[in-house]
């Protein structure tokens, strides 16, 4: 079996904790658990995606439109210059210029309660602005 090693907010640690307590299950379980729904969720959202049966207003082409910088009618476009969507990175997900981070990794842990402040302290080279920039994505995608 393989060793995984992650660092996390102390906030984000606590929920996953408490979560997994409260399921009744170790925490190592209950993470593993959370990765493969993760993960079969995003493959289901990609063939949906593919096999056009999202029902999305923005499409994961206008998505990736929108991170190279062209214009998509409606949509606030002032995170272009923090955000980056590679397909040599990550499979190609939206990060932050400059560092491997996920934006969904971000709204993940602002979602499990983690303040700006903690992930400004926890991940270098991040930037308010970027977690600004991963907020405006995340409308963007979803207006």
């Known amino acids: 079996m393989a060793r995984l090693t992650l660092r996390m907010p102390d906030a984000l640690h606590r929920q996953l904790k408490a979560a997994a307590a ?3 299950v170790s925490l190592n379980q209950y993470m593993t658990y959370l990765l493969t729904r993760e993960m ?3 493959e289901a959202l990609v063939r949906a995606i593919q096999e ?3 029902s999305q207003e923005v499409s994961h082409e206008e998505v ?3 991170l190279a910088g062209e214009e998509v009618e409606g949509q606030d476009a002032s995170w272009r ?3 980056v969507m590679d397909p040599d ?3 190609g997900k939206p990060v932050v210029r400059s560092t491997r981070l996920p934006v969904a990794a971000i709204l993940n842990q602002l ?3 983690a303040t700006p402040e903690e992930l400004l302290a ?3 080279g991040l930037s308010a602005e970027d977690i600004r920039a991963c907020l405006l994505l995340a409308a963007a995608v979803l207006s």
Do not use: A
Request: proline letters at 0%.
């Open 22 to 24: 409260q399921e009744g």
């Open 40 to 42: 079969m969720l995003d």
């Open 52 to 54: 056009g049966e999202s």
């Open 64 to 66: 990736k439109r929108m």
């Open 81 to 83: 210059q923090r955000l």
């Open 89 to 91: 990175i990550l499979s």
């Open 111 to 113: 979602g499990h309660g």
């Open 122 to 124: 926890e991940y270098e």
